[in-house]
């Protein structure tokens, strides 16, 4: 099983930055595909970014040049960068994990964390 923890999130004003953190609980070699989505109030959970074992990148068309997924292997966590965020950016994050390794029928091979809010608001 893969666990998943996400930090960073919290209120930021129009124009300002966030660091968002994903931990995850087995060796991130050993997952196919790390991500960021998000959902906003009353919206559907939207992709943000992603970011394969062999760093592949792709990012969802409303972030484009304001975020950067990036990871540290030796630390088993991906990162996502927020800068210049805009008040349509308020939503809960969620990391997501796809693994083949720790696929069940169970779980598909698609795990998430717990999500974290960002609200970003004068």
């Known amino acids: 099983q893969v666990q998943l923890v996400e930090s960073g999130g919290g209120l930021v004003q129009p124009g300002g930055s966030l660091r968002l953190s994903c931990a995850t609980s087995?060796?991130?070699?050993?997952?196919?595909?790390m991500g960021w989505y998000r959902q906003a109030p009353g919206k559907e959970r939207e992709l943000v970014a992603t970011i394969t074992r062999a760093n592949n990148i792709n990012y969802g068309n409303s972030v484009k040049g304001r975020f950067t997924i990036s990871k540290d292997n030796a630390k088993n966590t991906v990162f996502l960068q927020m800068n210049s965020l805009k008040p349509e950016d308020t939503g809960i994050y969620y990391c997501?994990?796809?693994?083949?390794?720790?696929?069940?029928?169970?779980?598909?091979?698609?795990?998430w964390g717990q999500g974290t809010p960002v609200t970003v608001s004068e």
């Open positions: 087995v060796n991130i070699f050993d997952i196919n595909q």
């Open positions: 997501n994990a796809r693994s083949a390794l720790y696929e069940s029928a169970s779980n598909g091979g698609t795990f």
